[in-house]
């Protein structure tokens, strides 16, 4: 069955680590994409990128970095500087085009400094 | 700037009743489309509805209905005969329409509505 796969699905960082999420999808998707989201809050973009080799910033991506080496691949790396990392980080993929076609989303990865 | 308001943190329903989920939004773009996504407290997203600005009739799918009042810039979500499994988390996103040399195809979500179905 085709889908997005996220792992893990827990993560620990400690302090002044960097830790790499990993998002993999067999969808055949152009478009991936990954959202932050905090409790009582909605979903906040972080990076998308579009085609392999190309990625945007989103509306928070300071203290984040992407890569976009394969069609089936999006991982994220929360840095160090990224001052407040724990949430649950939510990887999605579409097909790059308008009109009905939402997101297919993995089922996330929950990040907690310790 | 494009926007999605959910003013509703949380809501509660009684079996079998049926409930209405509000979302406003704010665009300048004729052309937009209008998602309507449940998060179970699992984590995962599931897609439940769509509705495009220029569709003539509101969008349903099976329980779930979209009211679609494009001069009132609202789509609320109507579930009908609600179940104990459509406690969850709901939110309204709408298509980002910003064209850089091609469609982003980037949702923007509103902040959600915590829904309990009471038995």
């Known amino acids: 069955d085709g889908g997005i796969t996220q792992s893990p699905k827990y993560l620990f960082r400690k302090e002044g680590q960097n830790v790499t999420l990993s998002c993999e999808q067999n969808?055949?998707?152009?478009?991936m994409y990954w959202y932050r989201q905090d409790p009582g809050q909605g979903l906040r973009l972080i990076y998308y990128?579009?085609?392999?080799?190309?990625?945007q910033k989103g509306d928070i991506a300071e203290g984040y970095s992407v890569s976009r080496e394969k069609k089936e691949s999006f991982p994220l790396t929360v840095t160090s500087a990224q001052k407040n990392p724990t949430a649950f980080y939510l990887c999605a993929s579409s097909i790059r085009m308008t009109g009905s076609y939402g997101y297919t989303f993995g089922s996330g990865t929950r990040l907690t400094v310790v | 700037a494009q926007k999605i308001t959910q003013t509703q943190p949380g809501m509660f329903v009684q079996e079998k009743e049926a409930v209405t989920l509000d979302c406003t939004y704010d665009t300048s773009d004729p052309s937009y489309g209008l998602f309507w996504y449940k998060q179970p407290s699992s984590g995962e997203m599931i897609f439940l509805i769509y509705q495009g600005s220029y569709d003539q009739q509101n969008a349903t799918e099976g329980r779930y209905s979209l009211n679609f009042q494009k001069a009132r810039k609202s789509a609320n979500l109507v579930i009908s005969a609600s179940q104990l499994g459509d406690s969850a988390m709901y939110f309204c996103?709408?298509?980002?329409?910003?064209?850089?040399?091609?469609?982003?195809?980037?949702?923007?979500f509103g902040t959600g509505t915590l829904l309990a179905v009471q038995p």
């Open positions: 969808l055949n998707h152009d478009a």
């Open positions: 996103a709408m298509r980002d329409s910003t064209n850089y040399g091609g469609a982003t195809n980037k949702l923007i």
């Open positions: 990128s579009q085609i392999v080799n190309d990625f």
